[in-house]
């Protein structure tokens, strides 16, 4: 199919992709664009922090290993301003020209890792987050749900280089899930939490169901 000649979907849609590290999102994400690539939809992947070419410069300082001295408001501030380039550069035309934009975090990542895992203010968070996203929501938010301890287990056999983020102690995994999951009460309609233990075929499985709901 030309690249121009897909099933567009009026207004788009935009789905984010949340959880804690190893959850298991980027494996959903690549399924999910192959499968709804096949059936014809124009896809867009994009991922946070990062996407864009400004983006991902703020990406390497976000995750560099010698930035010991980041400061939570810097961190904060850096990720909502590859969010905003992000936001207006890709993912606002990509659901203008009809596509599926598929995103690998998006804002509820600030308000689980500044808010709930460093404690910075959550309605400040909030703001930040509107600001960056241009008030645009994701239609449907998955968040995938896993216990700090599994995702160490995973992340132990896993044998990459581990960024600044991933280093952080187990205590602060457990207090960003839980951050996820008091964001995921917050707006059950937008939420749907999934077991991020099952196989990763029987998740991929229900993603698709949920969002077969969009495409009729
Ligand atoms: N449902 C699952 N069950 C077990 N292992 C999984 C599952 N989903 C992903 N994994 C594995 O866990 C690791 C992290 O997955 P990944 O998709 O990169 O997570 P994330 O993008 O959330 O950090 C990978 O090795 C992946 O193969
Ligand atoms: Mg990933």
Same mark, same amino acid.
């Given at each position: 199919?030309?690249?121009?000649?897909?099933?567009?979907?009026?207004?788009?849609?935009?789905?984010?992709?949340?959880?804690?590290?190893?959850?298991?999102?980027?494996?959903?994400?690549?399924?999910? =664009? &192959? $499968?709804?690539?096949?059936?014809?939809?124009? !896809?867009?992947?994009?991922?946070?922090? %990062?996407?864009?070419?400004? /983006?991902?410069?703020?990406?390497?300082?976000?995750?560099?290993?010698?930035?010991?001295?980041?400061?939570?408001?810097?961190?904060?501030?850096?990720?909502? =301003? &590859? $969010?905003?380039?992000?936001?207006?550069?890709? !993912?606002?035309?990509?659901?203008?020209? %009809?596509?599926?934009?598929? /995103?690998?975090?998006?804002?509820?990542?600030?308000?689980?890792?500044?808010?709930?895992?460093?404690?910075?203010?959550?309605?400040?968070?909030?703001?930040?987050?509107?600001?960056?996203?241009?008030?645009?929501?994701?239609?449907?938010?998955?968040?995938?749900?896993?216990?700090?301890?599994?995702?160490?287990?995973?992340?132990?056999?896993?044998?990459?280089?581990?960024?600044?983020?991933?280093?952080?102690?187990?205590?602060?995994?457990?207090?960003?899930?839980?951050?996820?999951?008091?964001?995921?009460?917050?707006?059950?309609?937008?939420?749907?939490?999934?077991?991020?233990?099952?196989?990763?075929?029987?998740?991929?499985?229900?993603?698709?169901?949920?969002?077969?709901?969009?495409?009729?």
């Amino acid at each position: 199919m030309a690249k121009d000649k897909y099933s567009k979907i009026p207004g788009g849609l935009f789905i984010s992709f949340e959880g804690i590290d190893y959850c298991g999102k980027s494996t959903q994400v690549k399924l999910l =664009a &192959s $499968r709804l690539g096949s059936e014809g939809y124009g !896809i867009l992947v994009v991922r946070e922090p %990062g996407g864009t070419q400004i /983006s991902e410069k703020i990406r390497d300082i976000l995750l560099d290993n010698a930035n010991l001295k980041l400061a939570a408001e810097a961190e904060l501030l850096l990720y909502e =301003a &590859s $969010r905003a380039q992000l936001t207006r550069e890709l !993912i606002i035309p990509g659901k203008d020209a %009809g596509k599926i934009v598929l /995103s690998d975090r998006y804002f509820d990542s600030s308000t689980a890792y500044q808010g709930y895992g460093r404690g910075l203010d959550i309605e400040s968070i909030h703001k930040m987050n509107m600001i960056a996203s241009a008030g645009i929501k994701p239609d449907t938010t998955f968040l995938f749900d896993l216990p700090a301890e599994t995702a160490q287990t995973r992340y132990a056999s896993v044998p990459l280089f581990k960024d600044r983020l991933e280093e952080e102690k187990i205590d602060f995994h457990r207090r960003v899930r839980s951050g996820f999951l008091a964001i995921a009460a917050a707006e059950p309609f937008r939420f749907k939490i999934l077991d991020a233990d099952d196989d990763i075929e029987y998740i991929s499985g229900k993603i698709y169901t949920e969002i077969s709901q969009f495409l009729r």
